[in-house]
């Protein structure tokens, strides 16, 4: 069974400032992809990031960055220059099986960001 | 449209009533998926279907929850004689490869 931790439940940064949110999964499987939603207090699910298990290098994507330690099976998301709109909340989602076309989602608990002036 | 809309986007119900939650996904994109989210949880997969075929429907809690795609495009998430357990946000999501991208969701309230 897969499973995705999110540790924290909240986090503060200042403005400008860069922050990691904490990512665990915990799967048997060779093949996956992780991944990094955005919902905002609109309520929509914005991607962020994808990283694939065989991927040698780190993903990015603008100001934001997969830190993916395979052996200690994390997949942290670091966002470099934080902005106000950045507030939201953020959620580690795992993808077990091979290849594109179709495989569900197992999401975290989501962790809550508040970027202060 | 260019991203996946849903409809309706509130539905407020009497509790045994019938309701019926639609999805457009993006143009083109062969798979589509239902997920359910609770109020401060992440999302929980429900079912997905790759063109008109449903694939897994190992999320669907009971058999009062039933989905179609009878064309491969449009799909509709059906929940008979809903109970106020059922009450939460119905997300769709279309792909056309590794991403997801979801649509704004239907919040159904059942009473």
């Known amino acids: 069974a897969q499973k995705i931790t999110q540790t924290q439940p909240g986090m503060f940064v200042q403005e400008k400032e860069a922050v990691t949110l904490d990512c665990t999964y915990d799967t048997s499987d060779p093949s996956y992809g992780l991944f990094w939603y955005k919902q905002p207090s609109s309520g929509e699910m914005i991607f962020l990031i994808y990283?694939?298990?065989?991927?040698?290098q780190n993903a990015t994507e603008g100001r934001y960055s997969l830190n993916f330690q395979k052996a200690r099976k994390s997949a942290n998301l670091v966002i470099s220059a934080s902005q106000l709109g950045d507030s939201a909340m953020y959620f580690c989602?795992?993808?077990?099986?091979?290849?594109?076309?179709?495989?569900?989602?197992?999401f975290g608990t989501g962790t809550q960001l508040k970027v202060e002036l | 449209g260019a991203g996946v809309s849903q409809s309706p986007r509130y539905k407020v119900t009497k509790r045994g009533q019938d309701v019926a939650l639609r999805c457009d996904p993006i143009?083109?994109?062969?798979?589509l998926y239902w997920y359910r989210q609770a109020l401060g949880q992440g999302p929980e997969f429900l079912t997905y279907?790759?063109?008109?075929?449903?694939?897994?429907k190992s999320g669907l809690p009971n058999d009062r929850f039933s989905a179609e795609r009878p064309e491969g495009s449009i799909s509709t998430l059906t929940i008979q004689r809903t109970e106020q357990r059922d009450s939460a946000m119905y997300r769709c999501?279309?792909?056309?490869?590794?991403?997801?991208?979801f649509g704004p969701g239907t919040r159904l309230l059942v009473l």
């Open positions: 989602a795992m993808r077990d099986a091979p290849g594109g076309g179709g495989n569900k989602l197992t």
């Open positions: 999501a279309s792909s056309g490869g590794e991403t997801q991208y």
């Open positions: 143009s083109g994109h062969v798979s």
């Open positions: 990283q694939g298990s065989y991927d040698q």
């Open positions: 279907f790759n063109y008109e075929a449903q694939q897994d």
